[in-house]
């Protein structure tokens, strides 16, 4: 049942993104998909999904990955850098933050319809055992724990 949308995921080649591309494939859309090159993942993409090799941090890749002749685009960006520790690394913020600004500028330049920005709960303060957690209104950085939910 395709919808006239193309959708752009980011990090198809990871959990959420195989399984997001999955079920849009399921269901007869057209998907391309962001792949960093060399990742062994991208065998876990399903068949059907348009691969497309770029990096988050180099906008030239990004251009390529959103040059697409429709004008329905729906941009879902789940790549990231999962990261535990508390100290900060460059490279994670290249990725989740400069990457993740570069994806809105484009989406901005191409006119996507929609952007869906997916974390994990990571980026979620914890709370005492029992309660339960919802997304904050406003994110309180001294509550995140790891440099992951922070950036």
Known sequence: MEDGRVYLLTGAAGFLGNNIARQLIEKGCRVRGLVLKGDKAVKHIPKGVEIVYGDLTDKTSLENFFDVEKEQLVCIHCASIVYLKEEPSELVYRVNVE?????????????????????????????????????????????????YGKT
């Open 99 to 147: 990457g993740t600004r570069n994806v809105i500028d484009l989406c901005l330049k191409k006119n996507v319809e929609k952007l869906v920005y997916v974390s994990s709960t990571g980026t979620v303060a914890e709370l005492p055992p029992g309660q339960l957690m919802r997304e904050p209104e406003k994110f309180d950085l001294d509550k995140i724990v790891g440099y």
